[in-house]
């Protein structure tokens, strides 16, 4: 894929960000609720957003600095640093998910540790799912 059309994506991604947590900001303050997280994963989610475009504008003043950025990343020792941790990323997740579960049942919180062990399920799904079709690609 061409670095320009990957760094559109990215673009795109990022607008899609901020769309995504003005979304939540406006369903918190139609819902009305006490808990106030919706509206603080919303405000996160836009300057992520932000954060994200800005990038983008920088990375492409200038031809030079989009070769730089490009060397950078099709680099094999960064693609091996990023995929070591996703795949640590992946298994702390996990775990920590799974102990989360045994304290809530041990609390006595039987529904939200279903929702976090459904959470850990969808995620090796997908996992599962991710492998299946880049070795068939491969």
Known sequence: MDFRKKLKIRLSIAIGYIILGLAMIITFNIIKTENE?????GF???????????KYIMIT???ETI???????TDERNIS???RAKSISF??????AAVL???LELLNKTQLAMIISGTICVLILIYW???WIISKKS
């Open 37 to 41: 997280f919706l509206s603080s994963f």
């Open 44 to 54: 996160a989610l836009i300057v992520i957003g932000i954060v994200q475009i800005r």
């Open 61 to 63: 003043k200038n031809e």
């Open 67 to 73: 070769i730089k950025r490009q060397i950078a990343e």
């Open 81 to 83: 640093i990023a995929n």
């Open 91 to 96: 298994i702390i997740y996990v775990l920590l």
């Open 101 to 103: 579960v045994i304290v």
């Open 129 to 131: 799912i991710s492998y």
